[in-house]
């Protein structure tokens, strides 16, 4: 999970551009793309990535987003019972390469973006935002009304070359 990058609480750095160059010290909250963070992760065949704005994340806990994304993986057969690494050793021997196809893909994302929804609208769940916010001494219950983005992507790879 990367750093969220604030200038504050609630006023998270915005990417875009205004069409003029703007100085260290006007104050705005925009930033460049050379701003943002950037790390290298190992990913492995089957893995699944979750990109997400803060509609997401200040919603729905991560480990809740985690719990949500292993249903789904065990609901549609892609691991049984929560075991990866019987699915590992499937694929080592070339077998169960399943491909998720970009409509799976876009059920965990529809999952996950009508949770945030569903959060966003709860007075009484304890979300993220809520948690942070009291944190900076707001008062705050329930979750933060926002426009919620997801990009869901599924790590795939060739299968071995059998050895003939």
Same mark, same amino acid.
Not at 49 to 61: E, K, S
């Given at each position: 999970? &990367?750093?969220?990058?604030? @200038?504050?609480?609630?006023?998270?750095?915005?990417?875009?551009?205004?069409?003029? #160059?703007?100085?260290?010290?006007?104050?705005?909250?925009?930033?460049?793309?050379?701003?943002?963070?950037?790390? &290298?992760?190992?990913?492995?065949?089957?893995?699944?990535?979750?990109?997400?704005?803060?509609?997401?994340?200040?919603?729905? =806990?991560?480990?809740?987003?985690? #719990?949500?994304?292993? /249903?789904?993986?065990?609901?549609? +057969?892609? $691991? @049984? +019972?929560? *075991? $990866?690494?019987?699915? #590992?050793?499937?694929? #080592?021997?070339?077998?169960?390469?399943? %491909?998720?196809?970009?409509?799976?893909?876009?059920?965990?994302?529809?999952?996950?973006?009508?949770?945030? @929804?569903?959060?966003?609208? *709860?007075?009484?769940? *304890?979300?993220?935002?809520?948690?942070?916010?009291? /944190?900076?001494?707001?008062?705050?219950?329930? +979750?933060?009304?926002? =426009?919620?983005? %997801?990009? %869901?992507?599924? $790590?795939?790879? /060739?299968?071995?070359?059998?050895?003939?």
């Amino acid at each position: 999970v &990367s750093q969220q990058q604030l @200038r504050s609480f609630n006023h998270p750095f915005q990417l875009g551009w205004t069409g003029e #160059e703007l100085s260290e010290d006007d104050g705005s909250s925009f930033k460049t793309a050379s701003d943002s963070c950037a790390s &290298s992760i190992h990913v492995r065949r089957g893995d699944i990535i979750l990109m997400a704005t803060d509609g997401l994340f200040d919603n729905v =806990d991560i480990d809740d987003i985690a #719990e949500i994304a292993l /249903e789904w993986e065990q609901n549609n +057969g892609f $691991i @049984r +019972g929560g *075991d $990866i690494a019987a699915r #590992e050793k499937r694929w #080592e021997k070339g077998s169960s390469m399943t %491909v998720l196809s970009s409509e799976k893909v876009t059920e965990l994302a529809q999952i996950l973006c009508q949770k945030a @929804r569903e959060n966003s609208l *709860d007075n009484t769940v *304890d979300s993220p935002f809520a948690i942070l916010a009291k /944190e900076n001494d707001i008062m705050w219950s329930g +979750g933060m009304p926002d =426009d919620c983005t %997801v990009i %869901v992507m599924h $790590i795939v790879g /060739e299968p071995p070359i059998p050895i003939l």
